[in-house]
């Protein structure tokens, strides 16, 4: 890989960080997100959060308490010989409600402490501005991005983000996998129906107004610090027809631009035709201004940020099983084995969506996540054999050489997911873990937190020194 190559590990704030009430800090859309069955229909808008019953438990309110050992575990990060790391802030720490004149100090104190550390160890920090992330007056006043007045507070957020952090962050990430908008409205990006409502529709105006925001935001970074660079991102992956019938050739192209579709806008900087016949025929109409068309076409992103688990798969057959576990519809690929959560390995599948994107872009990728979901086993000598993991990412990390080094797609870097474990998104599970380090808590959110290096955490430090030259 390049000499400069950003390896490193990234996590969100919303999923390791806890501390939900400490400095003054408000209450975001993570600290209404249920453990248990109601989390998956809380996620997708289609249950309200107020009608959960009393005892309902929030894994993320606590996350792995990163709020209470940050240098600990940047020392760590440090240790296995991260250059960057990807994080995000909690919108609600700097600006507890989204509406205050002034930012709360104590949050951006807590930042700066925390970058400050990174940089104390030459670690490059990698900044998401919300990863999965609103605070809740927001939710509640404006039902989230379906109204405009949330672009002017996501931009003061961020004007205050960029100045205070001048110096000190060159990478930001503008929105995370802005288009899991579509799949968990709520935990995506806080939209929860109203009766009568088309789902579609609002779903469509809450992402024209995250696309504005977010042109505006790499246009206000680029005004304070013209030598940073602002990335949008996508949650990647490649559909492959099941057949090569030609419906599920074609049914494969249109889940692809559902996701391309986010990105068209952010790096293109214009609605693709193909979204502008969808509205036509689906009865929608998205208030898009002729301003908000010159704002996209004149800030597009520097680069362009993804996540990659696994590829999918449509047929239109009506036939075979569905692949389980994953937000993403897919039909079950024979060729894949799967991880415990029923999401399908395809290294392969990272390589092909790497040149995909590349291809139809043209701009540098960063990989911000990638990374394998195991139940981990803590053994009587306090490690874990994660053998599994270390297959996965090895031969995760080839494919992405190869599309880097065989296929020429520019790469700037790679970012684990869950470096540290932490809540998982989807479930709210501990037990659900990606990390190199391990972390003594249940998903009841007992243990002792305690931090201890697995053995994926050795390979991993090797892989960085020696540049992924010895897999
Ligand atoms: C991505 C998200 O979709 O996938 C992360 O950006 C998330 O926040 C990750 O944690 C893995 O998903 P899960 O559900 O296994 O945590």
Not at 390 to 408: K, N, V
Request: aromatic share 12%; hydrophobic share 35%; proline share 4%.
């Amino acid at each position: 890989m390049r000499k400069d190559f950003l390896w490193g590990g990234a996590t969100a704030a919303n999923q390791c960080e806890g501390g939900w009430q400490a400095d003054g800090r408000g209450m975001a859309i993570v600290d209404v997100l249920p453990q248990g069955e109601n989390r998956l229909p809380v996620m997708q808008g289609v249950m309200d959060y107020r009608t959960l019953p009393e005892g309902t438990r929030y894994p993320g309110r606590d996350g792995i308490d990163l709020y209470g050992h940050y240098k600990q575990d940047i020392a760590l990060f440090a240790e296995m010989g991260f250059r960057c790391y990807r994080f995000s802030f909690s919108w609600s720490r700097i600006f507890p409600t989204g509406e205050e004149e002034q930012p709360n100090e104590a949050g951006l104190k807590f930042y700066e402490d925390f970058i400050d550390e990174l940089l104390r160890y030459g670690i490059e920090p990698i900044v998401t501005i919300c990863h999965f992330d609103l605070p809740m007056h927001l939710v509640e006043k404006y039902g989230s991005w379906r109204s405009r007045a949330v672009i002017d507070a996501y931009l003061r957020y961020c004007e205050v983000i960029f100045r205070r952090f001048r110096n000190k962050v060159r990478y930001w990430i503008t929105f995370n996998e802005i288009n899991m908008l579509m799949h968990l409205p709520f935990m995506g990006a806080g939209i929860r129906f109203e009766a009568g409502e088309n789902p579609l529709a609002v779903k469509y105006q809450a992402a024209h107004h995250e696309l504005v925001a977010s042109a505006l935001a790499t246009k206000l970074a680029h005004e304070i610090n013209p030598e940073c660079q602002v990335g949008c991102m996508i949650a990647a992956g490649s559909v492959y027809p099941y057949s090569c019938r030609p419906e599920d050739v074609w049914e494969s192209m249109q889940k692809d631009r559902e996701a391309y579709f986010f990105i068209d806008v952010q790096a293109r900087g214009a609605y693709p035709n193909y979204a502008k016949k969808l509205w036509e025929r689906e009865g929608i109409t998205v208030d898009v201004t002729e301003e908000d068309e010159h704002i996209l076409k004149a800030n597009t992103a520097d680069f362009i940020a993804l996540s990659y688990y696994n590829s999918r798969c449509v047929r239109t057959d009506g036939q075979g099983e569905a692949s389980g576990g994953n937000v993403f519809a897919s039909a079950k690929n024979p060729y894949l084995t799967c991880s415990q959560w029923g999401w399908p390995i395809d290294p392969m599948g990272f390589r092909i969506t790497l040149n995909a994107l590349y291809d139809r872009y043209e701009k540098p990728l960063f990989v911000v996540e990638n990374g394998l979901g195991a139940v981990d086993v803590l053994t009587p000598e306090r490690t874990v054999a994660d053998d599994y993991r270390i297959d996965y990412l090895r031969t995760h990390i080839q494919a992405m050489m190869q599309a880097a080094d065989e296929d020429g797609v520019d790469i700037m870097g790679y970012t684990p997911w869950g470096c540290i474990d932490l809540v998982s998104a989807t479930t709210g599970e501990m037990s659900k873990r990606y990390g190199m380090i391990y972390v003594d808590q249940d998903n009841d959110g007992h243990g002792t937190g305690e931090r201890i290096r697995k053995k994926s955490f050795y390979w991993y430090r090797d892989v960085i020194a020696n540049n992924g030259a010895n897999l």
